[in-house]
């Protein structure tokens, strides 16, 4: 724990938002930051979870424990989220496990694995942690990394939609990432948070890539896809085929894992989750995502506007808005400082994000137009 460079991102820029509200106790704060839903969820997936839970009260309706994995037999493990999981599989991999991750990359990937102890000290001048190979992914190299020039690891976190950026990986660039892991013997640990956000005709899932349940594992979560950030749900698929390379299944540890560390998502939050599959939940929750895919266009016009290179919001929901030989920090506190919008510094995803800012599409309307507004007036 001692290696973490300091607070998870997350609750530090909201801390960072609690100090700027104290100091400005009279002005309105838009948070263009933590990406969190913001719209209500659908009638008939609010409406199965208050039936199912009303049903609780009853003899015939209630229940106690579930199956842990959420359905035996299957290669789905349903769970209360993504992130979870994450930690999850890091418990399966232990310390020993060399990693790859995307640079930039979600944090929870590099923070769990120094907590699991996969890591050496941090660099001081390159920020990076001893130990971790970074790919980087950056504009010179539309963020999909050099394969031929990275280090064989036993496990490579592959997140596509990539958060921060917003980059969908082509359907080639998959089976480069398939290939290699199956050349080195590796498990890909793959995201898939933000699939539903895809329209370019890029994949969705690593699965479609032939040969992938051999080598991969795939994390998702209705929290981006059905607004369940708060309710907490999501999924891991583990292949029967993904073996160690004594050809013992994953899939049995996994399972091990699972049962003894997780009591089962919410049988209430699991209500919603199949609500929100169903041909009238899921029409209403693809409108939800359109919603916010029309923010992300406002917003994407906005900087283009201003001379700015913004990348993603078309195959996700956030923006990466490059401000060359800015530190990110600096960006972010001018940004707040001047017009009281919370964005996130590039830097918390990686060394790559140090001119960056992500700044989400997650937001009401009017927020958008305003932030919109207030961004113009300060970068103009």
Not at 51 to 79: C, I, M, W
Not at 186 to 202: M, N, R
Not at 259 to 286: D, M, Y
Request: glycine share 8%.
């Amino acid at each position: 724990m001692e290696r973490l460079q300091y607070n998870y991102l997350f609750p530090e820029i909201s801390a960072r938002e609690a100090q700027h509200v104290k100091k400005y106790p009279n002005a309105k704060v838009i948070s263009l930051g933590i990406g969190d839903t913001t719209e209500p969820l659908p009638d008939v997936v609010a409406l199965s979870m208050a039936n199912y839970a009303h049903g609780l009260a009853t003899p015939t309706g209630y229940r106690g424990y579930g199956a842990e994995q959420g359905s035996k037999d299957t290669e789905v493990f349903v769970s209360d989220g993504a992130q979870c999981d994450i930690s999850r599989l890091q418990l399966l991999f232990g310390s020993n496990m060399s990693i790859a991750v995307q640079d930039p990359i979600f944090p929870a990937y590099i923070d769990s694995s120094v907590i699991i102890g996969q890591t050496g000290d941090v660099e001081t001048e390159s920020g990076r942690y001893q130990n971790i190979e970074y790919m980087k992914c950056g504009p010179q190299n539309s963020f999909f990394p050099d394969l031929s020039k990275t280090a064989r690891t036993d496990i490579i976190f592959f997140c596509s939609p990539n958060n921060p950026t917003g980059h969908a990986a082509s359907w080639e660039q998959l089976e480069q990432v398939v290939r290699f892991a199956q050349e080195n013997g590796s498990i890909i640990v793959y995201d898939s948070a933000y699939a539903v956000y895809i329209t370019d005709g890029s994949p969705r899932s690593i699965y479609e890539i032939p040969g992938a349940k051999k080598v991969a594992i795939e994390v998702s979560s209705f929290s981006k896809i059905a607004g369940f950030t708060g309710v907490r749900l999501g999924w891991t698929v583990v292949p029967k085929e993904l073996m160690y390379s004594n050809g013992f299944p994953v899939i049995n540890d996994f399972n091990r894992i699972v049962c003894t560390c997780f009591n089962g998502a919410s049988r209430i939050a699991q209500a919603g989750g199949l609500a929100s599959l169903s041909k009238e939940g899921f029409k209403a929750v693809i409108s939800l995502v359109d919603y916010y895919k029309e923010n992300a266009e406002i917003l994407l016009e906005t900087f283009k506007s201003l001379g700015l290179r913004a990348y993603g919001g078309v195959n996700a929901p956030y923006l990466w808005v490059h401000f060359p030989g800015s530190n990110s920090w600096d960006v972010f506190n001018e940004i707040l400082e001047k017009t009281h919008i919370i964005t996130v510094p590039g830097s918390g995803f990686g060394p790559a994000g140090k001119e960056f800012i992500r700044v989400t599409a997650f937001g009401h309307r009017e927020n958008i137009l305003e932030a919109s507004d207030r961004l113009t007036t300060l970068l103009k």
